[in-house]
């Protein structure tokens, strides 16, 4: 089992800069083979934002290269996720993820971001 506690979300003017974290704990966090960051708009389906592996690849959406930056920490085991010249589009539920050892994945409960214009 893995429990997700992310932090960081809330309300930002467009351009301005957000940092999401997510602190994992359990026994299948050790060997995972990465952690990320989704996201769900109302009305959207859930859309994979950013993941870093556990060898450090980090694959971005599109719709955030150049904007957003994902890192992690291995003691603990955290994923952060920086967020800067934020879009009203990128307004959302955000979703921590970590996906184990054995291709399972597991999700944390989500923090809202909102961006005005």
């Known amino acids: 089992q893995v429990q997700l506690v992310e932090s960081g979300g809330g309300l930002v003017q467009a351009g301005g800069s957000l940092r999401l974290s997510c602190a994992a704990s359990g026994s299948d966090v050790d060997f995972n083979l990465g952690m990320g960051w989704h996201r769900q708009a109302p009305g959207k389906q859930r859309e994979r934002v950013a993941l870093?592996?556990?060898?450090?690849?980090?694959i971005y959406a599109d719709s955030v290269k150049g904007r957003f930056a994902i890192s992690r920490e291995n003691a603990p085991n955290t994923v952060n996720l920086q967020m800067n010249s934020l879009k009203p589009e990128d307004t959302a539920v955000y979703y921590c993820?970590?996906?184990?050892?054995?291709?399972?994945?597991?999700w944390g409960q989500g923090t809202q971001v909102t961006v005005s214009s």
């Open positions: 870093i592996t556990s060898s450090g690849t980090t």
């Open positions: 993820n970590l996906v184990s050892s054995w291709n399972h994945n597991y």
